[in-house]
């Protein structure tokens, strides 16, 4: 069963950056469409940002100029980039692929908290 293991979360303030990486076991990682996902408080988790196999990214409006994502394949690891962050995007953020895959357990997730 493939592990994620997501780190870079941490408190910052409206406006600052925080990168994201998301390390994968297994040598599929490769094959996938990789996603981040973010869960706040009392709302579903919803899909942020994808990366195809071939790179082809895409992402929400919400995030859309402000968060990049990116992989790595020689290390299973996909990376977040958020810059201008607001504090609506406080959340834990998982990352997995695109669509669910349901034998991958999630992680723990980051805790993304942006507050003044």
């Known amino acids: 069963q493939v592990q994620l293991v997501e780190s870079g979360g941490g408190l910052v303030q409206p406006g600052g950056s925080l990168r994201l990486a998301c390390t994968a076991s297994g040598d599929t990682f490769r094959t996938y469409t990789m996603g981040w996902y973010r869960q706040a408080p009392g709302k579903q988790r919803e899909l942020v940002a994808a990366l195809t196999s071939r790179d082809s990214p895409n992402s929400i409006d919400s995030v859309k100029g402000r968060f990049t994502i990116s992989r790595d394949n020689t290390k299973n690891t996909v990376y977040l980039q958020m810059n201008s962050l607001k504090p609506e995007d406080t959340a834990v953020y998982y990352c997995?692929?695109?669509?669910?895959?349901?034998?991958?357990?999630w992680g723990q997730g980051t805790q993304v908290t942006v507050s003044s």
């Open positions: 997995n692929s695109v669509p669910v895959n349901r034998l991958w357990a």
